[in-house]
C-alpha cells in the first residue's frame, strides 16, 4: 500500500540537481512549520514518532511510512525494519539529527519521499529520482514483466527496444539488465528527465547499451522516426489520465510531477494515438508495442486501431494485480489489413 499510495499520491545536470537541492530547502523553510530542533539527545526511533506524529497532524499522507522511511534511508537501510535494534536505540549524533530533520521537513511541503530520498526501488534496481521527472509506478513493474515474459519465449540476439516516455528510464534499463543482449533506444519530451535517464544508466553500467534523445514525439514524429528503424519491441507507460481526472490528484503529484508526463488529454488517449500511427512505421514485422494505459482505454484503443491504422493489430489486453484492465498489447503484421479496407473503404 505505501508504495502505491505514495506514487500515485503523484556536470549541468549537478549543478541541476544541486539547484533543486537549494530550492526545496528555503521552501521547506518558507512554508512549513516543522518541529523544534530537539534540544536534547534522542533516538532514531524517537525520531521516527515525533516526525509521525507531526505528519499526523499537518495531514501529511501515510504519516508513519513517510516518517520511517525518511529516517531509515539515513541511517543507510531501505526499511526501518531491516535495521537492528541497537541502530535505532541508540542517540542520533547532532549532524545526523539536523540531516532528519531537514529532510523530514521537505515531507511537509507533500513533496513525495521518492523525491526527499532521491532514490527509488524498482524491479530489483535502485534509481535515482528527482523533480519533475514522473515517479514510476507498481503498476510499471508489472508492465516490465510482462514484456520481459514474452520476449523471453521468442529470444532474439538482435533485439532493439524503444520506450517512448523513459522518465528515470526504470522500463528501459530494467528490461537491459535482465536481458544482456537487449539493445535500447528511449525518448522523452522532458530534458529534465533525459539527463536523469542517462545518470541511472551510468550509475547501473547500461550506458553502452541505451541511447537516449531529447524527442517529443507529437511535435517531432519525424525525428522519432529517423531515430528508432526497425526495432522488436516499443514499450511506454505514456501520459493517459483523463485532463478532467487531473484535478483530483494529491498533492504530491500536482505540486511536483511533471503535468506533462500525467495529462493524456481529453480522453487521455493523445500521446497512445501518435505512438500507434508511428508504430508500424517503426517496428519490424511481428513487432509489438506494448502500453501501460487507464482501465477505460483497453476498447478504445482497439477500436481506433482497427479503424485507423494499417498493419497493426490488437493481440490482447491484460489486467494488472488489482484485476483493472491496465496493459495493452499489439502487434504489426504486414498481411493484417484495417478494418476500412476490409470494408472497401478509402480515407
Known amino acids: 500500500m505505501w508504495r502505491r499510495s505514495l506514487s500515485a499520491g503523484y556536470a549541468r545536470a549537478a549543478c541541476r540537481a544541486a539547484g533543486a537541492k537549494r530550492f526545496w530547502d528555503l521552501l521547506t523553510v518558507r512554508t512549513c512549520s516543522a518541529p523544534a530542533l530537539p534540544a536534547g539527545r534522542i533516538t532514531a526511533l524517537q ?29 543507510g537501510a531501505k526499511t526501518i525494519e531491516s535495521l537492528d535494534r541497537g541502530s535505532l536505540t541508540e542517540f542520533l549524533t547532532r549532524d545526523k539529527l539536523e540531516q532528519v530533520w531537514r529532510l523530514c521537513s521537505r515531507r511537509l511541503t507533500r513533496m ?7 532514490e527509488w526501488d524498482f524491479r530489483d534496481l535502485t534509481l535515482m529520482m528527482r523533480p519533475p521527472v514522473f515517479i514510476p509506478r507498481p503498476e510499471t513493474e508489472e508492465l516490465v514483466e510482462l514484456v520481459l515474459t514474452d520476449m523471453k519465449k521468442q529470444p532474439d540476439t538482435q533485439s532493439t527496444c524503444l520506450e517512448v516516455g523513459c522518465g528515470s528510464g526504470a522500463i528501459s534499463l530494467s ?70 481526472d487531473m484535478a483530483s490528484l494529491e498533492p504530491e503529484v500536482l505540486r511536483f510531477e ?10 487521455g488517449l493523445n500521446v497512445i494515438r501518435q505512438i500507434l500511427t508511428l508504430a508500424p512505421q517503426i517496428l519490424s514485422n511481428h513487432g509489438r508495442v506494448y502500453l501501460e494505459v487507464d482501465p477505460r482505454h483497453p476498447p478504445l484503443i482497439q477500436a481506433w486501431v482497427e479503424a485507423r491504422v494499417d498493419g497493426l ?5 491484460r489486467h494488472d494485480i488489482t484485476g483493472r ?15 476500412r479496407d476490409r470494408l472497401g473503404l478509402r480515407n
Open 325 to 339: 484492465p491496465r496493459f495493452c498489447t499489439l502487434q504489426k503484421d504486414t498481411q493484417v489489413k484495417s478494418h
Open 47 to 75: 525520531a521516527v514518532d515525533v516526525w509521525r506524529r507531526h505528519y499526523e497532524e499537518r495531514g501529511v499522507s501515510e504519516p508513519e511510512h513517510s516518517s520511517s522511511y525518511i529516517i531509515a534511508h539515513l541511517l
Open 112 to 118: 513525495p519521499v521518492q523525491y526527499v530520498i532521491e
Open 175 to 244: 528490461l537491459l539488465m535482465a536481458l544482456p543482449q537487449l539493445k535500447a533506444v528511449a525518448l522523452d519530451q522532458s530534458q529534465a528527465a533525459v539527463d536523469l535517464t542517462m545518470e541511472n544508466a551510468l550509475r547501473l553500467g547500461l550506458q553502452d547499451r541505451l541511447q537516449v534523445y531529447h524527442v517529443d514525439v507529437i511535435k517531432d514524429a519525424e525525428t522519432a522516426l529517423r531515430l528508432c528503424e526497425s526495432v522488436s519491441v516499443l514499450v511506454s507507460n505514456p501520459p493517459y489520465l483523463f485532463t478532467e
Open 313 to 317: 493489430h490488437y493481440v490482447e489486453t
Open 258 to 267: 511533471d503535468r506533462s508526463a500525467l495529462d493524456g488529454g481529453k480522453d
